[in-house]
């Protein structure tokens, strides 16, 4: 069945420091992909999405490119804030399917 | 009220409680999602409704009910939880179309411990 792997976590950062979150599927078909972010107390939110091989999704300085040679979503921001601190899910989807497959979410920790 | 919405924040029950989740979504969508999360584990898909029928049913025990009286509310129902079921039980919202794909948008959660 479909399935997402992400990098364990936490991800312990200083402020201004470069973020990668890794993200690798297995899925049927052509799935889009998504990154949703959940700040302490809150529900998902969906941060970036991408809907077809090397399609770049961004949104608030995060930035992810959908790699189907390497069925890869890697989240990326160049310098991290304190406000940042959440913990990140990478999802798919089939499309004509609803059922949204997430990963285990990484929990990143930026420290000023 | 904009979004997807949950009531309560916040929910303690005893294992012989009976008590209600509410989600309502003002966003036109014609589906809802009922998930689960729990600490260090993937979100867990419940329920899925469209256009008010149940369409997915996860292996759900049965102490857990789902309704969806129209396509903007979904209720659900809890009867003689499990202390294993404390959880963040989130809602969430689509607009399904075949062929396309899904963007879901969810509501805060409603934080549930059971005693």
């Known amino acids: 069945g479909d399935s997402v792997t992400q990098m364990e976590g936490p991800v312990t950062l200083s402020e201004e420091a470069f973020l990668t979150i890794n993200c690798t599927y297995t899925?049927?078909?052509?799935?889009?992909l998504f990154w949703y972010v959940q700040y302490p107390g809150e529900g998902l939110q969906l941060l970036l999405k991408?809907?077809?091989?090397?399609d770049k999704g961004s949104n608030k300085g995060f930035e992810a490119t959908y790699r189907k040679e390497t069925t890869s979503f890697h989240l990326e921001k160049g310098s991290v804030q304190v406000s940042d601190s959440a913990v990140y899910f990478c999802?798919?989807?089939?499309?004509?399917?609803?059922?949204?497959?997430f990963g285990t979410g990484t929990r990143l920790l930026v420290s000023p | 009220e904009t979004g997807v919405t949950q009531t309560p924040r916040h929910l303690v029950m005893g294992m012989t409680n009976k008590k209600s989740l509410k989600c309502e979504q003002h966003?036109?969508?014609?589906?809802m999602y009922w998930y689960k999360q729990s600490a260090k584990k993937p979100l867990e898909l419940m329920f899925v409704?469209?256009?008010?029928?149940?369409?997915e049913n996860n292996s759900v025990p049965s102490r857990f009910s789902p309704e969806c009286p129209n396509s903007s509310h979904l209720f659900l129902h809890l009867h003689t939880l499990q202390p294993e079921d404390s959880a963040l039980y989130l809602c969430?919202?689509?607009?399904?179309?075949?062929?396309?794909?899904?963007?879901?948008?969810f509501g805060p959660g409603t934080r549930l411990t059971v005693l």
């Open positions: 969430a919202s689509s607009q399904f179309t075949s062929g396309g794909y899904n963007e879901q948008f």
């Open positions: 966003l036109g969508h014609n589906a």
């Open positions: 991408a809907t077809k091989a090397d």
């Open positions: 999802a798919l989807v089939t499309p004509g399917f609803q059922k949204l497959v």
């Open positions: 409704y469209n256009f008010k029928e149940q369409t």
């Open positions: 899925a049927t078909g052509y799935p889009s």
